[in-house]
């Protein structure tokens, strides 16, 4: 069995940039308990909601969350990825969940094989408990860049772009 692929620390980064580091627990727009760099908060992990996470911590958290979506998605996708598909989906996930994406139609577009529309099935997913958030909608156009292959460069001035609109994007 080949080794799972490992989010690169460009695909950190993004996750990091969009997900701000909280030291303490706090609800994140979908309702859930979140501390760290965006880790939910898991039942087995009630010392979590009273603590007050360094860097460090945060960053391990981080990097655990991570780890479990990597073993996943290295599973699960084609051979034609490469990493900076892998790092855009790694963020997808992150933040939208394994359960979602393997019932996604991104996921069916990049079975077939078909990374425009792959691409363009990242726009979809801007809501949080109905409702549809700017923030996601930025970050969405951010992990399709990056899936797109664009450079840093590109992905930040686009996502300065995005934030300085009015209105739904």
Not at 117 to 142: E, M, N, P, T, Y
């Amino acid at each position: 069995m080949q080794s799972p692929l490992t989010t690169s620390p460009r695909g950190l980064e993004l996750i990091r940039s969009f997900e701000r580091f909280e030291p303490q627990a706090y609800l994140c727009p979908a309702g859930e308990l979140t501390i760290g760099y965006g880790h939910v908060i898991r039942k087995s992990e009630p010392h979590l909601r009273t603590a007050t996470l360094t860097r460090a911590e945060a960053e391990a958290l981080l990097r655990g969350d991570c780890r479990t979506i990597e073993i996943y998605l290295s599973a699960v996708l084609p051979d034609w990825v490469r990493i900076h598909h892998f790092d855009a989906l790694v963020s997808f996930c992150f933040n939208c969940g394994i359960k979602a994406f393997d019932g996604s139609t991104l996921r069916v577009k990049l079975r077939a094989g078909d990374r425009l529309a792959a691409q363009a099935s990242f726009s979809k997913w801007v809501f949080a408990k109905g409702k549809r958030l700017r923030g996601l909608g930025v970050r969405r156009a951010c992990e399709a860049m990056m899936f797109a292959g664009c450079s840093d460069n590109a992905i930040e001035t686009e996502r300065r772009r995005l934030e300085s609109l009015k209105g739904p994007l």
